[in-house]
């Protein structure tokens, strides 16, 4: 028998991470632990979504469930993006059907101060439900999470989930200072929240800037990819590999790539053979539309089938959808994906 760790480094998520050869491509679904599942709504039941990622137990059960269920070739760990700031006192709440509402959003300068750094004291119930993780996962790899400075930062300064990103980007063009304090705290936050995970036994993290598609390549550049960068950095020096990853990003997969990271997340609208190049030699992760599987099973498999063909010009490629999984999605049909990719020949 093999020992955990080397059935673990050997694993086909790790090994396309890592542009390593595969004898298969590897697949694991953003929320793939949530809403669609039957399981998931009944442990839910009567706990709300914050209380749920600071118990260990239903933390571990949670992120196991699609394991289980699909028998995907990693889990991701069950939190959220905004949970490191709640640990570090900050007055939120993640509202059914709505997402994370801040009560006092951030503007100024003062209120970048009053936000703490986080230390592993704010998060023993991560350490906790990671280590049980682990020794449940065996050879299935787990994905650590954070949000990046950017998205995180639009919760804060709008209060709540926003469209067009208004008063953030007003704050970005508007109040450098304020900008570069905040983001540079928000850095700090989610790199430490990362080195959390990763101490605990995650072997892979993947840094979450879903909404940094509403910035042009400049703005990013300038204002974003820095801050970014400086969180990848630091996963990086814990030596696992780092997944980026944003929503309508076509314009800026290249700096994502050059903010330091192991492999592009690319969502659906960008066809895998036009992100290819862009991302340069990195592995990419993606990227079949998510409403793809509530179309009859050959058509999804049809365009699962072009993605794979298409992955394999890139150093390394990862199976996902191009963005998380939508909550009344038939688990059915994510199974057959999973059996289909898995059993897909390579040739
Ligand atoms: O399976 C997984 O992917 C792991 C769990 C996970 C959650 N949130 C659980 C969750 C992850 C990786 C996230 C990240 C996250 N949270 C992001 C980045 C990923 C993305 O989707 O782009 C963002 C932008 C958030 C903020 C957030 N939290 C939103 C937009 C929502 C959904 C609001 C809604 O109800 O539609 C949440 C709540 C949330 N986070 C839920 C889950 C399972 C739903 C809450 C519930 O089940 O009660």
Same mark, same amino acid.
């Given at each position: 028998m093999?020992?955990p !760790?080397?059935?673990?480094s ?6 396309a *991470?890592?542009? /390593? ?6 697949v694991?679904?953003m929320? #793939?632990a949530?809403?669609?599942?039957p399981?998931?709504?009944?442990v839910?039941?009567g706990?709300g979504?914050?209380e749920?990622? &600071?118990?260990? +137990?239903?933390?571990? /059960?949670?992120?196991l469930?699609?394991v ?7 889990a ?9 700031l709640?640990a ?6 993640i509202?059914?059907g709505?997402?994370?509402v ?7 300068l003062?209120?970048v101060?009053?936000?703490?750094d986080?230390t ?5 119930f991560i350490t +906790? ?11 299935t ?11 995180v930062?639009s919760y ?7 469209k067009?990103h208004a ?19 928000i ?13 605990a036994g995650?072997?892979a993290? #993947? ?9 042009t ?6 204002h974003?990819m820095?801050?970014?960068?400086r969180v990848? *950095?630091?996963a990086?020096a ?14 800026l997969?290249?700096?994502?790539? +050059?903010?330091?990271a192991d ?10 053979d036009? *992100?290819?190049?862009?991302?340069g ?5 993606? !990227? ?11 058509? &999804?498999?049809e ?16 199976f !996902?959808?191009?963005h998380?999984?939508?909550p ?8 057959r ?7 897909? +020949?390579?040739?």
């Amino acid at each position: 028998m093999t020992a955990p !760790n080397a059935e673990l480094s050997a694993s086909p998520f790790l090994r396309a *991470a890592r542009g /390593e050869p595969v004898d298969r491509v590897p697949v694991w679904y953003m929320r #793939q632990a949530g809403r669609s599942l039957p399981e998931y709504l009944k442990v839910r039941e009567g706990i709300g979504m914050l209380e749920s990622c &600071m118990d260990p +137990e239903l933390v571990v /059960e949670i992120t196991l469930q699609p394991v289980r269920r699909y028998g995907v070739d990693a889990a991701i760990f069950f939190s959220d993006i905004v949970l490191p700031l709640k640990a570090v006192g900050v007055d939120l709440d993640i509202k059914p059907g709505v997402g994370p509402v801040v009560a006092s959003p951030v503007r100024t300068l003062a209120d970048v101060k009053a936000i703490p750094d986080l230390t592993p004291e704010h998060v023993p119930f991560i350490t +906790e439900a990671v280590q049980g993780l682990v020794g449940e996962l065996g050879g299935t790899p787990l994905i650590g999470f954070a949000g990046a400075p950017f998205t995180v930062a639009s919760y804060l300064v709008e209060g709540g989930p926003s469209k067009e990103h208004a008063l953030t980007k007003a704050l970005m063009f508007g109040a450098p200072d304020v900008w570069d304090a905040l983001m540079r705290k928000i850095a700090s936050i989610s790199a430490a929240y990362l080195e959390v995970q990763v101490a605990a036994g995650a072997s892979a993290v #993947q840094l979450f800037d879903s909404w940094a598609g509403a910035l042009t390549p400049a703005d990013y550049e300038a204002h974003v990819m820095p801050h970014s960068a400086r969180v990848l *950095a630091a996963a990086g020096a814990l030596g696992v590999p780092r997944i980026h990853f944003g929503v309508g990003t076509a314009n800026l997969l290249g700096l994502m790539g +050059e903010a330091g990271a192991d492999v592009v997340g690319v969502d659906w609208r960008t066809p895998l053979d036009r *992100a290819i190049p862009l991302v340069g030699d990195r592995s990419v992760q993606g !990227n079949l539309d998510p409403t793809l599987v509530f179309a009859p099973p050959a058509v &999804m498999t049809e365009r699962a089938a072009q993605i794979i063909d298409a992955g394999r010009a890139a150093r390394g490629h990862i199976f !996902n959808l191009g963005h998380g999984v939508i909550p009344s999605t038939d688990p059915d049909q994510l199974k057959r994906l999973t059996e289909f990719v898995q059993s897909y +020949e390579l040739g």
